[in-house]
């Protein structure tokens, strides 16, 4: 697969069960690499579910402040400026649309609650004003310092990332009732963990929609871009690349996706691929 390939010339990796090991740790191997990949000329991106303010601490673990796409290619994030070049937004409208069809589907199935993710022009806007939940989203402390509003309100206002919860059935399940419910038209559906999230964001915004940006941006071919992932938020952006990798600890639908399938996570599965080059 890889045998007189070039190298590549923008590299995007996925964060969570990818680039970072099952201690939510940046290898000194993978660290190494990386640097080297900058160095000899390729450019290195984050693409992650994740909110832009909290790719942080995987910043920190980082020698380079690279341009990131966030929240499934719904936002691109300049982490040398702290600063949100570009956001992809849900309106009130479809938002209310969205929220009929999924109090539609989950009737019956434990019902629904939702948060909502809005954009921002840098991580030092309030906390409370980025992330809303509705009152019955969750008690997890992890929600602490979120900001909450009814559900009228929580789709009153544009978002980057609209999410369903539910606490009886998984995202799969979620995924298969929502998608009865809901014209593919309205929105795009993924989900980064299978216990009962689902993230909604614009139709047709997907990380391949942010990494692409970015190769467009740097002047990159599309063959000549490489994308690593595990979850099926991930399965356009591997399918987009020029060489799509899945890791071992992928889901089967990732590991479909991909050309190839590398070591897992925690076994750096990321730099033993660009070893090869770097």
């Known amino acids: 697969m890889l045998e007189g390939r070039p190298a590549p010339r923008l590299i995007a990796s996925d964060i969570d069960g990818t680039l970072l ?7 000194k191997r993978t660290r190494e690499v990386l640097l080297r990949a900058v160095g000899a000329g390729a450019h290195f991106a984050l693409s992650t579910g994740r909110p832009f303010r909290w790719v942080a601490p995987v910043l920190e673990q980082l020698p380079i402040r690279p341009l990131c796409v966030a929240s499934n290619g719904a936002v691109i994030y300049d982490s040398s400026t702290d600063k949100v ?7 009130p409208a479809e938002l209310k649309e969205i929220a009929t069809a999924a ?21 030092q806007v309030p906390v409370e004003e980025l992330y809303l939940v509705d009152p019955s989203y969750s008690e997890n402390a992890i929600y602490d310092g979120f900001g909450v509003a009814s559900r009228e309100d929580l789709l009153a206002q544009p978002c980057v990332k609209l999410m369903l919860r ?17 014209d593919p038209g309205m929105a795009h559906i993924t989900y980064a963990i299978d216990d009962g999230l689902l993230e909604l964001s614009s139709p047709g915004v997907t990380k391949a929609k942010g990494v692409a ?26 399918r987009w ?4 990798v899945a890791m071992d600890n992928a889901t089967a639908a990732v590991k479909d996706a991909a050309d190839m399938v590398t070591a897992a996570n925690h076994q750096a599965g990321v730099a033993k691929v660009l070893e090869r080059w770097f």
């Open 241 to 244: 690349a020029g060489l799509g």
């Open 21 to 27: 090991d099952s201690n939510h740790r940046v290898s």
């Open 85 to 91: 070049v570009l956001a992809h937004e849900l309106a």
């Open 166 to 182: 539910n606490h009886v059935l998984s995202a799969t399940q979620m995924f298969e009732l929502l998608s009865a419910h809901l």
């Open 213 to 238: 940006w970015l190769a467009a941006h740097y002047g990159v071919e599309q063959e000549d871009t490489i994308a690593f992932g595990d979850m099926p938020n991930d399965v356009e952006m591997l």
């Open 103 to 123: 109090i539609a589907a989950f009737d019956g199935h434990g019902g629904v609650s939702f948060a909502a993710e809005r954009s921002a022009e840098s991580s």
